[in-house]
């Protein structure tokens, strides 16, 4: 038995092979549980010399069965590891590395700006009330202003806001003139509902502009807007200033720049005339400054509005607003932020 029980343990080439022995020579209906069991037949003398026996090829096979066991679990070990060798010379493959959205690209790049002319970025709700997005900016109900801007309205008091000038009214209420003048833009997502199309967009970007202290004239204005545009498009680039209408300021203007495509001589991309619009701007009204607490004698200042989505399509020669917002990667790809 035990002879033949070695022979078979070294034969074992898997564990489930070895386990199969070991329950049959050892286990509960095996031949040397069967002789112990059987001890009690024997007479006093002989019982000792059979226990003992017994015992001891017990223990030779449990011992070989350890050892098969070791041997084994190196082998397969060694199967293992033969197996997953990593091949080193292989090309690794390029993980994939995302990238901030080209839009908010330009507006980070036109934050970095902002902040090193020392203006704060303050952020405001984009479900606004009638109150902030209308009333403060100078639109009561009855204004004819309320046309241009259609609205999503979600109940008589609450809208998607229309633009970011009721963050104008929100600063307005809260700066501490004691402390310094007020300077800050406020970049977010507007809603109106427009009509898509290549150039409009029914929720897009803007960077609403502020600046408020004793003494601030629109040349002030002309050379911040100037600063901004020669940043972003180069400083080849020229302004001009036309006038228009917003009620929130007074006096309005529309700002172009000279057009880059054609060096401001005129070509398709500026309609032939030399320039393209790019932001509303102009001196914070009286009312704004007084509905907010503000003295409008002692105090005064510009404010602007520009569409970083707009800026984007000039910058990067995007010919239709919806691509930013289609998340189709290959045209998102094409922006990369270098790092
Ligand atoms: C305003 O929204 C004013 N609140 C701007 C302003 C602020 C004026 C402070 C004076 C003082 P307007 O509706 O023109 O103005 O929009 C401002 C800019 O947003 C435009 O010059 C344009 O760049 C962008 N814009 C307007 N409508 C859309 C649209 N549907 N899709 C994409 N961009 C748009």
Redesign the pocket.
């Known amino acids: 038995l035990k002879t033949k029980g070695l022979v078979d343990i070294q034969a074992a080439d898997d564990q489930r092979q070895l386990n199969e022995i070991r329950v049959k020579l050892l286990g509960k209906k095996g031949p040397l549980t069967e002789v112990l069991r059987g001890m009690k037949d024997l007479s006093a003398a002989e019982r000792p010399q059979v226990g003992e026996f017994a015992n001891k090829i017990k223990t030779e096979l449990a011992t070989a069965i350890d050892q098969q066991l070791q041997v084994l679990d190196q082998k397969s070990l060694q199967q293992r590891l033969a197996h997953e060798t990593v091949d080193v010379t292989l090309p690794g493959r390029q993980a994939q590395v995302g990238t901030p959205h080209i839009l908010n690209q330009v507006i980070d790049d036109l934050e970095d700006l902002f902040i090193g002319l020392g203006y704060e970025v303050i952020d405001g709700p984009e479900v606004e009330t009638d109150h902030y997005n209308f009333e403060m ?1 100078n639109i009561p109900k009855d204004h004819p202003a309320r046309d ?2 259609d609205t999503f309205y979600i109940t008589d008091e609450l809208l998607m806001r ?4 009721p963050n ?1 009214a929100r600063t307005l209420e809260t700066h501490d003139f004691s402390k310094g003048p007020l300077k800050m833009i406020s970049p977010g997502r ?1 809603f ?1 509902r ?1 009509n898509d199309d290549a ?4 929720q ?1 970007n ?1 960077i ?3 600046v408020i202290d004793h003494h601030v004239t629109m040349a002030d204005l002309k050379g911040t807007l100037e600063v901004v545009a020669r940043h972003v498009f180069g400083d080849e680039r020229e302004i001009r200033l036309r006038p228009s209408y ?1 009620p ?2 007074e006096p ?1 203007i ?1 700002v172009d720049i000279s057009c880059f495509a054609c060096g401001g001589k005129g070509c398709s991309v500026c309609k032939h005339t030399g320039w393209i ?6 001196m ?1 009204h009286p009312n704004v400054l007084r509905g907010a607490g503000v003295d409008p004698v002692e105090f005064g200042g510009f ?5 970083p ?3 984007a399509m000039l910058k990067y020669g995007v010919n239709d ?1 919806r691509e930013f917002y289609q998340n189709d990667l290959r045209f998102l790809h094409q922006f990369q932020r270098e790092v």
């Not at 619009?277 to 102009?282: C, I, R, T």
């Not at 404010?303 to 569409?307: R, Y």
């Open positions: 900016m241009m801007q229309t633009h970011t000038s104008q507007v109106r427009d150039t409009h967009s029914h897009f803007q609403e502009g502020l917003f929130f300021t309005s529309e619009e790019v932001l509303g701007a102009g914070v404010a602007f509005g520009l569409g989505d707009r800026f607003i």
